[in-house]
């Protein structure tokens, strides 16, 4: 134990503060499922299954899912709800590392900016579809050049006429581009224009509904996450049964399924596969952790894993279906391949599938389910992100005021998105923010507005697909595999299972060991390296590229995000005493103050941390104090036991 973080532990233990948990038994399985099943389901995952094998991609999907996704997801989910802290504080198993959870919250808040302004745009298309006939139906608009073309005028006579798409421009497209964004009045990223004022009150509108949702912490959200996580699936549903009746809908089924097993020899589809599981899941972002530690000790997460992540991959699977049963029926009406009408990301959201929509009856209602889906999918992912950044900076502020009392020479350095960024600053400064927990959420939401303004420009489409090429990057891969080295080697393996046993009664199979050891980190290091090998220069819609300045800015704020490990290093290595090798050791203990965050929960070998603890056996003093001896207890005799025949035999 570092004995620098002795007099805060016991500070803690004398002044708790109620930090709250989660209020009802599906609140944090829904969470979990909202937090993980978002946007990337609906446009990425049915266009990277087409383009990497169709039928054949879901071979290594499901082996990458087992091999990195489920491993890290438990691990993450174990951490928190054993510790009861954010992803700031949870670093008290290894203060040295602190610097992981500030490169977490680094990113987080970037990513945080950028996606609310998709769920900004959202928002736009939303009550744009409040009409009786969509603005992005038919060509003749204000924005409308010579070169668009809409598909009510492609069939002529009483047969079809092939016409020559090469040259012309779909309204959809046209709306998207010179009415949403009017990104013709922009030359590039380093020429923002002005503020387009519609989308900047759809990004207020968004950040209002996410400080809304966080208002009362995990009381409110996860009250609301039973509709934002479940109504999703309503609407995809109906989605799916009405894209499979449309005619033609086979030839995007077909296209979408058709396996191409040639392609698994090659080493890109199983990276794309990995890369679905690693940023689908939103291992690393702090959420998954945020989630976990607002649970009770006990809590069955092992079961939750496996629901939450086959869950996530069926989702997946489901939501291609129904994007490619509607991009088949469109195919067939255009008279044109699948893949000529194919994309991904906002170009599937925002161009494709608005356009699909003007073809069918009601066109308006289908319009806007489907954004309403869209925004229900992305509120759960910002809305826990933030959290993460609240919790994380009342730890700093915590930190710094103890600094100043005590004059020591050391500072220590949307659901999901907002959820985490709160829980992990309220969890760093507990006595001073967790009583304005509202009012800091507030703050936090206030600046983020203000930081996204640029992204609301006439050129904030540049911005926005820096952001996302490079803000979650390699920067969280080292993020992940950092904490996953830290974990089993620095903490240590055999101590790691030992406190999963004590919170769930048993402990991790050799699958989970054997992953966690050896198969999870040389996958992600493979990832890493594969990533810096074939890095590409972003490039937006094909046509223009970023300037060098641009490049290197995007490539500062990956380094950036590492950085913070080794500035974390040092700012723990000089908080302690001694010689180097022995502050080093010391930064790299858990404090004294580390393990469960109720006394009741404090068995076995946590006992003896607790304030006040001077017992040889402070398991019999435990029992005395809380009486009886439940099933847990039992454990608890079992580790403490174990802990003494490992003294014995190092002895020896």
């Given at each position: ?5 002795q007099g805060?532990g ?5 002044f ?12 944090f399985?829904?969470?979990?499922i ?9 446009w ?6 087409y ?7 879901l071979?290594p999907?499901?082996i990458?899912?087992?091999?990195c996704g ?12 054993f ?9 008290k ?11 977490t ?10 996606y609310n302004?998709?769920?900004a745009?959202v928002l736009f298309?939303?009550?744009a579809?409040?009409t009786?006939n969509?603005?992005w139906?038919y ?8 070169l668009?073309?809409d ?7 009483n ?5 020559n798409?090469s040259?012309?421009?779909?309204p ?6 010179r009415?949403v ?10 020429d ?6 519609n ?18 912490g995990?009381?409110?959200s996860?009250?609301?996450?039973y509709?934002?996580?479940t ?6 549903i109906?989605?799916l ?6 005619e ?8 979408y ?5 040639d392609?698994l020899?090659?080493?890109k ?27 009770t000790?006990?809590?069955?997460i ?11 991959a069926?989702t997946?699977?489901?939501a291609?279906f ?6 088949g029926?469109?195919s ?7 893949q ?33 889906m869209?925004l229900?999918?992305g ?5 826990r ?7 994380s900076?009342m ?6 005021v ?8 050391f ?15 309220t969890?760093?400064?507990?006595y ?17 507005f ?26 969280l ?7 996953c ?9 055999k ?8 919170m ?5 199979g ?5 992953c ?5 980190p ?12 074939k890095?590409e ?7 223009y590229?970023?300037?060098f300045?641009?490049e290197a ?7 950036f ?9 040092v700012?723990?290595v ?12 010391q930064a790299?203990?858990p404090t004294?103050?580390w393990?469960p ?5 404090r068995?076995?070998?946590y006992?003896?941390?607790?304030a ?6 402070p ?9 009886g ?18 003294e ?5």
């Amino acid at each position: 134990m570092t004995p620098s973080d002795q007099g805060d532990g016991d500070q803690q233990t004398q002044f708790p503060e109620d930090r709250g948990n989660w209020t009802g038994k599906l609140d944090f399985l829904l969470s979990c499922i909202g937090y993980c099943v978002g946007l990337g389901n609906v446009w990425r995952f049915p266009y990277r299954a087409y383009t990497n094998g169709g039928g054949a991609f879901l071979v290594p999907y499901f082996i990458m899912l087992a091999i990195c996704g489920i491993p890290i997801f438990f691990m993450e989910l174990s951490l928190g709800q054993f510790s009861s802290l954010g992803p700031l504080a949870v670093w008290k198993i290894s203060p040295l590392f602190k610097g992981v959870g500030m490169a977490t919250i680094l990113i987080v808040s970037l990513v945080a900016i950028y996606y609310n302004m998709i769920i900004a745009y959202v928002l736009f298309y939303l009550f744009a579809s409040l009409t009786n006939n969509l603005p992005w139906q038919y060509c003749g608009n204000w924005w409308n050049t010579d070169l668009c073309l809409d598909h009510h005028v492609m069939r002529t006579g009483n047969g079809a006429v092939p016409l020559n798409l090469s040259n012309t421009v779909s309204p959809s497209e046209e709306y998207w581009s010179r009415y949403v964004l009017h990104i013709q009045e922009s030359s590039g990223i380093g020429d923002p224009g002005a503020i387009r004022w519609n989308l900047c009150l759809c990004l207020l509108l968004a950040w209002v509904i996410v400080y809304l949702c966080i208002l009362k912490g995990v009381k409110s959200s996860g009250k609301v996450v039973y509709f934002t996580a479940t109504f999703p699936y309503l609407i995809l549903i109906m989605l799916l049964i009405r894209g499979v009746t449309l005619e033609g809908a086979w030839l995007g089924i077909k296209f979408y399924l058709t396996p191409q097993f040639d392609l698994l020899l090659s080493p890109k589809v199983w990276i794309e596969a990995a890369l679905q599981i690693f940023y689908s899941l939103g291992v690393g972002f702090g959420g998954l952790l945020t989630f976990a530690s607002y649970n009770t000790f006990h809590q069955n997460i092992y079961r939750d894993t496996f629901i939450v992540t086959v869950g996530n991959a069926i989702t997946s699977i489901l939501a291609g279906f129904a994007i490619f049963s509607v991009l088949g029926y469109m195919s067939q009406e255009l008279d044109v391949p699948v893949q000529e009408v194919a994309k991904a990301g906002p170009g599937l959201a925002f161009v494709v599938y608005p356009q699909a929509m003007t073809m069918l009856p009601l066109s308006p209602f289908w319009s806007f389910l489907f954004f309403f889906m869209l925004l229900t999918l992305g509120l759960d992912s910002q809305v826990r992100f933030s959290s993460v950044l609240g919790e994380s900076f009342m730890g700093m502020f915590k930190c710094l005021v103890l600094w100043l009392y005590k004059r020591i020479y050391f500072v220590c350095a949307q659901f999901a998105f907002l959820e985490t960024i709160v829980t992990a600053v309220t969890d760093e400064f507990p006595y001073y923010l967790r009583p304005k927990k509202a009012f800091f959420s507030g703050v936090i939401c206030v600046t983020m507005f203000l930081m996204g303004l640029i992204l609301t420009t006439e050129g904030g489409m540049y911005w926005l697909v820096l952001l996302d090429d490079y803000s979650a990057g390699f920067g969280l891969m080292v993020v992940v595999i950092t904490t996953c080295l830290v974990v089993t080697r620095v903490y240590g393996m055999k101590r790691f299972c030992r406190d999963i046993h004590m919170m769930l009664g048993f402990k991790p199979g050799i699958y989970f060991k054997a992953c966690w050891l050896f198969l999870s980190p040389v996958t992600m290091m493979a990832l890493l390296v594969y990533s810096i090998i074939k890095y590409e220069p972003s490039e937006y819609n094909g046509t223009y590229r970023f300037p060098f300045w641009a490049e290197a800015l995007g490539i500062l704020m990956g380094l950036f995000s590492c950085l913070m490990i080794p500035i974390g290093m040092v700012f723990a290595v000089f908080k302690e005493e001694g010689t180097l090798w022995q502050r080093i050791q010391q930064a790299s203990r858990p404090t004294m103050d580390w393990g469960p965050s109720l006394e009741e929960n404090r068995t076995g070998m946590y006992v003896a941390t607790l304030a006040g603890s001077q017992s040889p056996k402070p398991l019999m003093v435990h029992m005395r104090k809380y009486g009886g001896i439940t099933s847990y207890e039992n454990i608890a005799f079992q580790i403490d036991k174990e802990i003494e025949e490992e003294e014995e035999e190092s002895i020896m």
